[in-house]
């Protein structure tokens, strides 16, 4: 079983920056895709990016494109999310997965149910 651990979410306001931090308790964790969801109240969890097991790959959703950057530490055993620029639309709760599998393709990493482990969630609130 694959623990993982979020930090980061904070108030900010729009324009502002944020990193997301997402540590994962067992190894390998080069083995797994990382992927960065959210939801807002009352909506579904949306795709907001991935990074490939060997990190060669990144994905992202267009709501975020150019501004949110996904990387991983494979030292230290976590994945980030960069955000710049951030809006009020931003706002969400944001969780980290992990699924284990080599599959390069944004279809499969886009989706919910491609990733076995799921965080507990860090609250990001933007404010006008």
């Known amino acids: 079983q694959v623990q993982l651990v979020e930090s980061g979410g904070e108030l900010v306001q729009a324009g502002g920056s944020l990193r997301l931090s997402c540590a994962a308790s067992?190894?390998?964790?080069?083995?797994?895709?990382m992927g960065w969801f959210r939801q807002a109240p009352g909506k579904e969890r949306e795709f907001v990016a991935a990074?490939?097991?060997?990190?060669?790959?990144?994905y992202y959703a267009d709501s975020v494109k150019g501004r949110f950057t996904i990387s991983r530490d494979y030292a230290k055993n976590t994945v980030f999310l960069q955000m710049n620029s951030l809006k009020p639309e931003d706002t969400a709760v944001y969780y980290c997965?992990?699924?284990?599998?080599?599959?390069?393709?944004?279809?499969?990493?886009?989706?919910?149910?491609?990733?076995?482990?799921w965080g507990q969630g860090t609250q990001v609130t933007v404010s006008s």
């Open positions: 067992r190894r390998p964790f080069s083995s797994y895709a």
């Open positions: 997965a992990a699924g284990f599998g080599s599959t390069s393709s944004y279809d499969y990493w886009g989706r919910t149910s491609s990733y076995r482990h």
């Open positions: 990074i490939s097991s060997n990190g060669g790959s990144t």
